[in-house]
């Protein structure tokens, strides 16, 4: 696998890939391991998961210093992101066997009925390069912990850090076979999803690569859970607290250079605060930092691959040729690298490229709207339904437009995020399951009904019905 360091556009040593016999290998190894590792009490699972946690710790900046040289995210992100990667290690290390205890449920006084979680099996997770730690950590850590064991697909761009969380689970004590790295590229990743030994699969991308995965899966009727792209709605209405929205508007729209699929990429904003607004936030946009990824003081690193940047570009390009007006930005930046600066467009046509595609880079869309009623009308014309936040000084307001808007996740005054204590997913084109939280753990078991009572213990005649 050939790499760049998107900070200098120069090549670094490549990773071989994995040629068949060792991609057969690993699944071999994943069915074998499963049917020791799903024995094994998960209290040992919850104490190897936070074992884990300590080693991300240990190595962090080594593992941050590995983001930042293959994809190019600021420093200081990429030690947030080996932390919070520890984080949901101590989270389900601490409450993944809450989740799953057996569900009591009432029946028949002479039964005892319940919902057993039980693993399912070897685990392929498609997972990308924009947030090469956490994308992994968030499957791997219910997951794993669930009884599951895992396959790793990552990214072609950021194969180290593929076989750096490989080592991870390695260094805590883990099994061989409970977490492998499977280095091979989207063509060869089919195959792996049509293998029978592979029982169901994750995807974290986007809503092209989803239908792709979910059609080879569903084939087989295998589960899947798709946490596919976004173009986040960011509600501002009259009544909001601009210097706050306009301050949290530049983060959510630039943070790990715009390439995050929460990020706010449409800022809908009322009338009456419309042009105060955009005045604000062209100010904080302009105000980012805009450079070596590995300077702490760095907002806005590289994009990650220079394809990436040339089609945030055209998107920029072909939303003004339409009719946008430019505020700010929109030229990569002439130095070496893949560098794409902070860009904001008003006056956006509704059926422009930054209306109507998720723009995966540090480009905002900004629409004036008369009212709360076309707010949400605009917010919920598009295809992708992953985060939304609203911005009032009005809590009931807030809450009441939240519930109108049509995404998986919505915020009021505040950025969308993930938090391991939360469900994590979207609607529509943004896919489906949800990570995370007790209903992301359960995704990947089998909810068992179990019904059990002494040998003669009922009375009457058996059901006729019995479906």
């Known amino acids: 696998m ?16 994995d040629d068949a016999e060792a991609v057969d290998d690993a699944l071999d190894r994943a069915v074998e391991t499963f049917a020791e590792w799903r024995t094994v009490p998960i209290g040992e699972r919850q104490q190897l998961l936070a074992a884990a946690g300590e080693v991300l710790r240990e190595n962090v900046d080594e593992y941050a210093e590995l983001m930042t040289t293959e994809m190019g995210k600021p420093v200081a992100s990429a030690r947030s992101e080996v932390q919070k990667c ?74 180290g850090c593929a076989e750096a969380i490989q080592d991870v689970f390695e260094k805590a004590g883990y099994p ?22 592979v029982v169901a699969v994750t995807l974290t991308g986007s809503a092209a690569a989803g239908r792709s995965v979910a ?34 508007a530049a983060v959510a729209r630039t943070i790990n250079g715009g390439q995050s699929c929460i990020a706010a990429k449409r800022f809908v904003v009322h009338a009456d605060v419309y042009d105060e607004f955009v005045d604000r936030f062209v100010d904080e946009m302009e105000s980012l930092t805009v450079g070596d990824p590995t300077d702490e003081d760095t907002d806005l690193g590289p994009q990650a691959r220079e394809d990436l ?13 339409a009719g946008a007006t430019l505020e700010l930005g929109g030229e990569p930046l002439d130095r070496e690298g893949f560098y794409y600066p902070p860009t904001v467009l008003t006056e956006v046509p509704r059926d422009s490229p930054a209306a109507t595609e998720e723009v995966f880079g540090p480009a905002a869309a900004v629409f004036e709207v008369a009212d709360e009623d076309e707010a949400v009308e605009l917010a919920n014309d598009h295809h992708l339904g992953l985060g939304a936040s609203v911005w009032t000084d009005d809590l009931d307001r807030g809450k009441r437009v939240a519930h109108r808007l049509e995404a998986g996740m919505t915020f009021v005054n505040e950025l969308v995020k ?21 209903h992301g753990i359960r995704e990947f078991v089998n909810a068992k009904t179990v019904w059990a009572q002494e040998a003669g213990a009922s009375e009457g005649d058996v059901d006729d019905v019995t479906e």
């Open 2 to 17: 050939d790499r760049i360091n998107p900070a200098t556009g120069e090549a670094l040593d490549p990773v071989a890939n």
């Open 86 to 159: 520890a984080w949901v290690c101590d989270y389900y290390a601490e409450r993944a066997a809450e989740h799953l205890q057996d569900e009591r449920l009432g029946s028949e006084p002479f039964a005892e009925t319940y919902v057993s979680y039980e693993p399912l099996g070897p685990i392929l997770a498609v997972m990308p390069w924009n947030f090469p730690f956490w994308q992994v950590f968030r499957f791997a850590a219910p997951h794993l912990t669930a009884g599951n064991v895992g396959l790793l697909k990552h990214a072609s761009n950021v194969p």
């Open 176 to 197: 061989a076979g409970v977490f492998q790295s499977l280095l091979v590229d989207s063509e060869r990743a089919e195959g792996v999803i049509e293998d029978d030994r």
């Open 215 to 248: 059609e080879t899966a569903g084939a087989d009727l295998k589960k899947s859970v798709l946490e596919l792209g976004g173009s986040d709605p960011f509600v501002v209405l009259e009544d909001a607290d601009l210097d706050r929205a306009a301050e949290t």
């Open 309 to 321: 940047m040339a089609g945030v570009h055209e998107q920029v390009e072909a939303t003004v040729e």
């Open 418 to 438: 993930s938090d391991p204590r939360l469900p994590f997913g979207g609607v529509g084109d943004s896919g489906y399951g949800r990570e995370l939280s007790r």
